[in-house]
T-cell receptor
Framework: AQKITQTQPGMFVQEKEAVTLDCTYD???????LFWYKQPSSGEMIFLIY??????QNATEGRYSLNFQKARKSANLVISASQLGDSAMYFC???????????FGKGTMLLVSP | ETGVTQSPTHLIKTRGQQVTLRCSSQ?????VSWYQQALGQGPQFIFQ???????GRGNFPPRFSGLQFPNYSSELNVNALELDDSALYLC??????????????FGPGTRLTVT
């Protein structure tokens, strides 16, 4: 079984500051992939970043980076230089080697203030 | 390249009725997954279709059923609607590559309200 835990229901950050959204996971699969998605109020899930369990380096995509600590089973999302448009729900998800679909956490609501 | 589209956007049904939700996959994608997202929760996997065959199912009762057509568009059917079926239903398509990295592209969802 796979499980994703996001312990922060909501986070507040000021514009231009960095913010870290926490994600821990549990799986018995030796190889797996970790994803972060953004969900604005419109409802569509927008892919942000991917980290494979055997990737040697932490993933980065523009202002997004993933702080992957395999021994701690954590995959925290770091957003640098927050923008007002970053206000949304953020979901951590994973896919194990025996699965073709994604398991999601409950999400974290991020609010960016001017 | 067109993205994933879903119809209708919103839907209100009465308990006990049946509903059909539709999804058009992104061009070139042969795999579609359906998710249910209750208010304040993350998406929960319902089932997945690959080349018109169901190849994975989550913990949902048989009254949730689906179809995938030769053009890879898809339907989600729910019979005997219950109040707890009220949720955002998300469709996601992917290329079906046997890879952990196979990215799922999501549609905007259909918000179903059961009264």
């Amino acid at each position: 079984a796979q499980k994703i835990t996001q312990t922060q229901p909501g986070m507040f950050v000021q514009e231009k500051e960095a913010v870290t959204l926490d994600c821990t996971y549990d799986t018995s699969d030796p190889s797996y992939g970790l994803f972060w998605y953004k969900q604005p109020s419109s409802g569509e899930m927008i892919f942000l970043i991917y980290q494979g369990s055997y990737d040697q380096q932490n993933a980065t995509e523009g202002r997004y980076s993933l702080n992957f600590q395999k021994a701690r089973k954590s995959a925290n999302l770091v957003i640098s230089a927050s923008q007002l448009g970053d206000s949304a729900m953020y979901f951590c998800a994973m896919r194990g080697s025996g699965y073709s679909t994604l398991t999601f956490g409950k999400g974290t609501m991020l609010l960016v203030s001017p | 390249e067109t993205g994933v589209t879903q119809s209708p956007t919103h839907l209100i049904k009465t308990r006990g009725q049946q509903v059909t939700l539709r999804c058009s996959s992104q061009s070139g994608h042969n795999t579609v997954s359906w998710y249910q997202q209750a208010l304040g929760q993350g998406p929960q996997f319902i089932f997945q279709y690959y080349r018109e065959e169901e190849n994975g199912r989550g913990n949902f009762p048989p009254r949730f059923s689906g179809l995938q057509f030769p053009n890879y568009s898809s339907e989600l059917n729910v019979n005997a609607l219950e109040l707890d079926d009220s949720a955002l239903y998300l469709c996601a398509s992917s290329s079906g590559q046997d890879s952990l990295r196979d990215e799922q592209y999501f549609g905007p969802g259909t918000r179903l309200t059961v009264t």
